[in-house]
């Protein structure tokens, strides 16, 4: 009689069980797939190996949000500039990976685990154990099927959280739940604090904020089914991709491109829906030789470092623009304007 197959959190557990403490690592500026999944996973290592658990990020968070996010649930986060490893210290990286460079690891470092449900390239890392699973939409999704497994129940808060981060990642994944995504959300359902969920959907948004957006919906530029947006002034990492998600809702276009500078960062977010294009790929294509890409087939995000690019801002805008047209197959290079305000003016 064939043996049973051992459940990954039994796996994962007899991993760390090896070391005298672990570290749960978060991308930075974490977001509450990233929170809610680590904050799972320290209650699982708690529990079950009965030894020191950290959950650690490099902040800040600032999306309003995600500030409400930890405000109301107070997830055991930890922010920090560095972290310092020994050999009897595990690491377990979640919703990001080891390749990147957007977390404490930077990339450098092999982690003892990864769970993660991003795209992933090669790495050449030996890690003694991966749960990676593109085709789940968030991996609080992952991290709820451990609880499940090790008959743990979650607190009102964790499931909360769980409950927001699955939420959250099905905006814009243009593909079905899985049915792990479905069975965590049923499961989770019966411990959440739907009241709470509520009032982190709808914070009390900063007056900045709408700033960002009629400056970002100004500086819209349509070539043919493409849209392409450098936002002259971002205060927060998480608005690229916020006005990428707004901006591929347009009727018309299927691809698009947001950027802006932080820093020394240039982040970039491409968003795209239909079959013809990949928001991951054409990105990919984009940042070669440039930057660091990385995501979901649909939704990516990447970074490229000022300084070390040898281009000011506006080349690098201008470079930006022509990579990803010719990207996306787009000849012309006259956009239109998605808003003008003597255009509106003009039908009132």
Not at 18 to 44: F, K, Q
Not at 135 to 164: D, G
Request: hydrophobic share 40%; with cysteine; aromatic share 6%.
């Amino acid at each position: 009689m064939a043996s049973k197959r051992p459940k990954r959190s039994d796996r994962l557990l007899g991993v760390l069980d090896e070391y005298r403490e672990t570290i749960v690592v978060m991308h930075n500026h974490p977001d509450p797939d990233a929170m809610a999944t680590g904050w799972a996973l320290l209650t699982l290592i708690s529990l079950r190996l009965k030894k020191p658990v950290r959950l650690l990020g490099r902040g800040p968070i600032l999306r309003a949000e995600n500030r409400q996010f930890v405000r109301l649930l107070r997830p055991p986060v930890e922010l920090v500039d560095e972290v310092n490893l020994d050999a009897a210290t595990a690491t377990v990286l979640v919703d990001c990976s080891p390749a990147s460079l957007n977390h404490l690891l930077d990339g450098h470092i092999a982690p003892t685990a990864v769970i993660d449900h991003h795209e992933t390239k090669r790495d050449g890392f030996r890690i003694p154990y991966r749960d990676i699973r593109p085709k789940v939409t968030a991996a609080a999704s992952i991290a709820a099927e451990y609880m499940r497994e090790q008959n743990l129940e979650p607190s009102n808060e964790l499931a909360t959280a769980l409950v927001y981060a699955i939420r959250t990642e099905m905006i814009g994944t243009h593909k079905a739940l899985s049915r792990l995504d479905q069975y965590s959300l049923r499961w989770l359902s019966g411990f959440a604090d739907y009241d709470v969920l509520s009032q982190i959907e709808n914070p009390p948004l900063p007056r900045h904020y709408y700033e960002e957006l009629l400056l970002g919906l100004e500086n819209v530029l349509i070539y043919a089914d493409s849209g392409v947006c450098f936002l002259p002034r971002i205060t927060a990492p998480e608005l690229v991709g916020e006005f990428a998600d707004l901006l591929i809702r347009c009727d018309g276009l299927h691809c698009v491109l947001c950027g802006g500078r932080l820093g020394d960062d240039f982040l970039l977010s491409a968003r795209s829906r239909g079959d013809e294009h990949a928001a991951l790929v054409l990105l990919d294509q984009v940042l070669r030789d440039l930057g660091h890409s990385g995501g979901h087939l649909h939704r990516a995000g990447g970074k490229i470092c000022v300084p070390a690019c040898g281009k000011n801002v506006d080349e690098l805008e201008q470079e930006l623009r022509e990579r990803w047209l010719d990207a996306c197959n787009v000849t012309t290079r006259r956009g239109k304007r998605l808003v003008t305000r003597k255009e509106i003016l003009r039908r009132l």
